[in-house]
């Protein structure tokens, strides 16, 4: 336990190792779960399909004041202050 003359070189494998055998059995089982079908696979949406312009666009649709010229103005909810 006392060995201060350790090798570097196995030392640094050693280290690569413990860093490389946890994600390599991650990823395995990720992948096989994902093979099996017990995980979904999510795609991205693209734009077209709804994203952020869509998103935008109901908001714009719920509050008629925002106007549909200026896609980056954002809304602000006005509370009534009780007294």
């Known amino acids: 336990m006392s060995d201060t003359s350790a090798n570097p ?19 395995g089982v990720s992948y096989l779960l994902r093979k099996l079908g017990l995980v979904a696979v999510e795609t991205p949406e693209s734009p077209e399909e709804g994203g952020e312009a869509s998103a935008q666009q109901e908001i714009i649709e719920e509050n008629p004041k925002l106007s549909a010229s200026d896609p980056n103005q954002t809304s602000t909810v006005e509370t009534p202050k009780e007294s």
């Open 9 to 27: 070189i196995f030392v640094a494998l050693l280290f690569i190792l413990r860093c490389l055998v946890p994600l390599a059995i991650l990823f």
